[in-house]
């Protein structure tokens, strides 16, 4: 509460919010990060609208991906220790769970999906500016998708198309998570991770420019 500026006035909200399968208690966080990822993708979308009025749609669209994709979350949470705060099973938390990237992008959501329940979008649009803070300001300008980057390379090389393939999916049906294979003629795959199939292909093409420096 002291974190996000905000007292819960329904407290069981906000344990629920922090609450992973894993306790084994029949309560888990996963509708309210259903909903927290609704919230979160409106209040950033509203703020972008706002502060850019001069750029057209898929410029608004790609800030948007980066500020709430996995990673981007993932980084607020560990920014505010969030995962001192989530309820882990054990063996959940000897194994890293604290500290797992898909885990604290949920329970930044979740705590959204908390949030709107227990107050209102104006609350979450305030939390969401206060959480993010200069991130809406860092990119003076929108970024290229990182599969841009990697079809451009590859192109300058004379190469063959990039290939993505999904190679193996895990987690419960509302809550995915992909792991993509990225192929290019003449170099080692890359794999990634991601909440959905857009966020794991775009994280392998990160790693893949990353790897070419």
Known sequence: ERIIGYEFKDKSLLELALTHASTATGKTY???EF????????????????????EP?????????????????????REYALGDFIQLSEAERNSGGADNDHILADIVEAIL???????????????????????FYEMTQPPQHPKT?????????????????????SGPDHAPVFEVRLSVDG??????????????????A?????DKG
């Open 149 to 169: 980057r990697v079809q451009e390379w590859v192109q300058s090389k004379a190469l063959g198309l990039p290939s993505y393939e999904i190679v193996g999916q």
């Open 35 to 54: 909903l927290g990822d609704r919230v979160l993708g409106m209040a950033v979308a509203d703020t972008l609208y706002n502060k850019f009025p001069e």
């Open 206 to 210: 990160n790693r893949f420019m990353k």
């Open 113 to 135: 999906g908390a949030l709107y329940l227990d107050a209102d979008y104006k609350t979450c649009q305030k939390v969401v500016s206060h959480l993010w803070g200069d991130r």
């Open 187 to 204: 170099y080692d795959s890359v794999t990634a991770r991601g909440r959905s199939r857009q966020e794991a292909e775009k994280k392998a």
């Open 30 to 32: 996963e509708r309210l």
């Open 57 to 77: 749609e898929g410029d608004l669209a790609r800030r948007l991906s980066a500020l709430v994709q996995g990673e981007t979350l993932a980084q607020i949470a």
